[in-house]
Protein backbone atom coordinates (compact mmCIF):
# COMPACT_ATOMS: atom_id res chain seq x y z
CA UNK A 1 0.00 0.00 0.00
CA UNK A 2 1.37 3.58 -0.85
CA UNK A 3 1.44 6.22 1.19
CA UNK A 4 -1.31 7.79 -1.14
CA UNK A 5 -3.62 5.01 0.06
CA UNK A 6 -3.09 4.67 3.42
CA UNK A 7 -6.12 5.64 5.53
CA UNK A 8 -4.25 8.31 8.34
CA UNK A 9 -7.82 9.24 10.17
CA UNK A 10 -8.56 5.96 10.48
CA UNK A 11 -5.30 4.93 11.50
CA UNK A 12 -5.21 8.10 13.86
CA UNK A 13 -8.62 7.18 15.25
CA UNK A 14 -7.73 3.67 16.59
CA UNK A 15 -4.78 5.11 17.97
CA UNK A 16 -7.37 7.30 20.07
CA UNK A 17 -9.12 4.67 21.04
CA UNK A 18 -7.14 2.57 22.54
CA UNK A 19 -5.78 5.20 24.62
CA UNK A 20 -9.38 6.45 25.80
CA UNK A 21 -11.47 3.36 25.72
CA UNK A 22 -12.27 2.34 28.95
CA UNK A 23 -10.88 5.71 30.94
CA UNK A 24 -12.53 8.04 33.26
CA UNK A 25 -13.36 11.15 31.15
CA UNK A 26 -10.79 12.99 33.29
CA UNK A 27 -7.65 10.51 32.39
CA UNK A 28 -8.86 9.96 28.55
CA UNK A 29 -8.72 14.31 28.71
CA UNK A 30 -5.30 13.95 30.20
CA UNK A 31 -4.44 11.18 27.63
CA UNK A 32 -5.49 12.94 24.76
CA UNK A 33 -4.19 16.83 25.94
CA UNK A 34 -0.51 14.71 26.59
CA UNK A 35 -0.91 13.33 22.76
CA UNK A 36 -1.60 16.18 21.29
CA UNK A 37 1.03 18.25 23.00
CA UNK A 38 3.44 15.35 21.69
CA UNK A 39 2.24 15.60 18.61
CA UNK A 40 2.26 19.01 17.87
CA UNK A 41 6.04 19.45 19.41
CA UNK A 42 6.68 16.29 16.72
CA UNK A 43 5.40 18.19 13.67
CA UNK A 44 7.17 21.54 14.56
CA UNK A 45 10.27 19.27 14.86
CA UNK A 46 10.00 17.90 11.96
CA UNK A 47 8.51 21.32 9.90
CA UNK A 48 10.83 23.69 11.06
CA UNK A 49 13.98 20.76 10.17
CA UNK A 50 12.33 20.11 7.09
CA UNK A 51 11.85 24.32 6.64
CA UNK A 52 15.27 24.72 7.02
CA UNK A 53 16.56 22.09 4.31
CA UNK A 54 14.48 23.66 1.85
CA UNK A 55 15.43 27.22 2.16
CA UNK A 56 15.02 29.01 -1.49
CA UNK A 57 13.50 25.88 -2.93
CA UNK A 58 9.66 25.62 -4.47
CA UNK A 59 8.21 24.21 -1.57
CA UNK A 60 10.25 25.95 1.25
CA UNK A 61 7.14 28.16 1.98
CA UNK A 62 4.71 25.33 2.60
CA UNK A 63 6.88 24.03 5.03
CA UNK A 64 7.33 27.42 6.70
CA UNK A 65 3.52 27.81 7.21
CA UNK A 66 3.51 24.17 8.63
CA UNK A 67 6.47 25.34 10.62
CA UNK A 68 4.51 28.43 11.81
CA UNK A 69 1.01 26.82 12.39
CA UNK A 70 2.65 24.12 14.29
CA UNK A 71 4.41 26.37 17.21
CA UNK A 72 0.80 28.10 17.49
CA UNK A 73 -0.54 24.32 17.93
CA UNK A 74 2.31 23.56 20.57
CA UNK A 75 1.63 25.75 22.66
CA UNK A 76 -2.24 25.90 22.53
CA UNK A 77 -1.68 21.94 23.03
CA UNK A 78 0.32 22.92 25.78
CA UNK A 79 -2.12 24.58 27.41
CA UNK A 80 -4.83 21.95 27.03
CA UNK A 81 -2.03 19.49 28.83
CA UNK A 82 -1.44 21.78 31.81
CA UNK A 83 -5.45 21.54 32.42
CA UNK A 84 -6.02 18.59 31.75
CA UNK A 85 -3.33 17.75 34.56
CA UNK A 86 -5.11 20.38 36.32
CA UNK A 87 -8.24 18.25 36.34
CA UNK A 88 -6.36 15.30 37.52
CA UNK A 89 -5.06 17.07 40.21
CA UNK A 90 -1.31 16.47 38.74
CA UNK A 91 1.39 19.39 38.39
CA UNK A 92 3.50 19.78 35.64
Same mark, same amino acid.
Given at each position: %????? +? &?????? &?????? $? ?7 ? #?? %? !?? *???? =?? !?? !??? @???? +? @??? *???? &? ?10 ? =????? %???? #????? &?? *???? $?? @???
Amino acid at each position: %MSEGE +R &DFQAEA &DAVLAQ $LTNGRAPVE #AS %M !AL *AVLA =NR !AA !ARL @HTLS +R @HEA *AERK &DQPDWPAWAQLQ =NAART %MVLQ #ASTCR &DL *AARL $LG @HKL
